[in-house]
């Protein structure tokens, strides 16, 4: 069997390249999604060349941008392979900045992000989602945690299970959570996660593969749905 890849890790001055090589030797993970930690690109923008560079260096490492406040994309964006969205100018897993969905640069940077393929993992409560995915339809998401710190991911469940632009990934999940999406919507809308440095990434992946899934499904799940949104297969 392929080796899995990591469809959600943070990577920053915190949380170094070498932990998290450390975490994919343990567990046999091929490659990483990276981005920069929230706390992090906070203080200091130049954390996204950061992840670039890492990404660049070592080779195994699948580098997003991590969109900023001012909802512009950098000049070289085509070195990146996705992008994290993390409660642009909102609370951070309290409150959604729901005014955002009316600014005209964020439509004209969703055609670009669907122009572009490039897949966003969007962390917004479950109102903000809904209302971005109507304007951005188009638009590759990826709901982390499936939904966890959103809100309810039975409620992300059943207000995206038809839409098949709409992704989870299982970062943080509870097993039976990710069977159950499993049931529902199949292992082609299903993405493996460990969330490090909030998971650990044997554990995460355990989730996965001791889950009540098919081995032809579960290898979809930890690998080849995050390698089709990235491009890279």
């Known amino acids: 069997m392929e080796k899995p890849i990591d469809g959600h890790v943070h990577l920053g001055y915190s949380?170094?390249?070498?932990?998290?090589?450390?975490?994919?030797k343990i567990s046999d993970v091929e490659k990483a999604v990276v981005f920069a930690l929230p706390a992090e690109v906070g203080y200091d923008a130049d954390m996204n060349s950061y992840v670039l560079s890492e990404a660049e260096r070592t080779g195994v490492f699948i580098p997003f941008y991590y969109m900023l406040?001012?909802?512009k994309l950098p000049e070289n964006i085509e070195k990146f392979r996705g992008i994290?969205?993390?409660w642009v100018r909102g609370a951070p897993h309290y409150r959604s900045n729901m005014k955002l969905l009316h600014e005209p640069r964020l439509i004209d940077l969703a055609q670009r992000l669907a122009e572009l393929k490039l897949p966003?993992?969007?962390?917004?409560?479950?109102?903000?989602?809904?209302?971005?995915?109507?304007?951005?339809?188009?638009?590759?998401?990826?709901i982390p945690h499936l939904g966890l710190l959103g809100g309810s991911p039975r409620e992300f469940l059943e207000a995206f299970k038809e839409y098949e632009n709409v992704y989870f990934d299982t970062a943080?999940?509870?097993?039976?959570?990710?069977?159950h999406f499993?049931?529902?919507i199949g292992a082609d809308r299903l993405i493996f996660g460990s969330d490090i440095p909030f998971g650990y990434?044997?554990?995460?992946?355990?989730?996965?593969?001791?889950?009540?899934?098919?081995?032809?499904?579960?290898k979809k799940i930890t690998r080849e749905n995050i390698l089709k949104l990235t491009g890279l297969r």
């Open 69 to 71: 406040d001012d909802l």
């Open 84 to 86: 994290k969205w993390h």
């Open 120 to 142: 966003v993992i969007m962390e917004e409560d479950l109102a903000f989602t809904k209302e971005f995915v109507r304007l951005a339809d188009e638009v590759i998401l990826i």
């Open 15 to 24: 949380i170094p390249a070498e932990e998290i090589l450390n975490q994919m």
């Open 182 to 184: 499993y049931r529902e």
């Open 201 to 218: 990434m044997k554990s995460e992946l355990a989730k996965v593969l001791t889950a009540d899934i098919p081995e032809e499904d579960v």
């Open 172 to 179: 943080l999940a509870a097993k039976w959570d990710t069977e």
